[in-house]
Nanobody
Framework: QVQLVESGGGLVQAGGSLRLSCKAS????????MGWFRQARGKEREFVAA????????ANADSVKGRFTISRDNAKNTVYLQMSSLKPDDTAVYYC?????????????????WGQGTQVTVSS
């Protein structure tokens, strides 16, 4: 089973960009579907984006389409979330997660390994 560590969060002004990284331990990273989720204060955790093992298939929440891009580098055991045109509503703790599913999914119960999260704050 992999272990996940996110990084790259911080404070950014509206309209700015950030890139989150999620480093996985273990030798089986390239067999996992990887996903990004977020949880704003006082709200439920929600799906952001997911990517299949090869990077050839992705899924994105409607709220981030055209602004966020998920990618992965299996040689580095890392998945990324490039975030652009950030809005104050994007403020949240962002989590990466790993799933044994065979396709990118937004269903949280399909993910069995989670990172500790990284805070993203977008100021207006």
């Amino acid at each position: 089973q992999v272990q996940l560590v996110e990084s790259g969060g911080g404070l950014v002004q509206a309209g700015g960009s950030l890139r989150l990284s999620c480093k996985a331990s273990g030798h089986t990273f390239n067999t996992y579907i990887m996903g990004w989720f977020r949880q704003a204060r006082g709200k439920e955790r929600e799906f952001v984006a997911a990517i299949n093992w090869s990077g050839g298939a992705t899924a994105n929440a409607d709220s981030v389409k055209g602004r966020f891009t998920i990618s992965r580098d299996n040689a580095k055991n890392t998945v990324y979330l490039q975030m652009s045109s950030l809005k104050p509503d994007d403020t949240a703790v962002y989590y990466c997660a790993a799933s044994r599913q065979s396709y990118p999914t937004g269903a949280q119960n399909q993910y069995d390994t989670w990172g500790q999260g990284t805070q993203v704050t977008v100021s207006s």
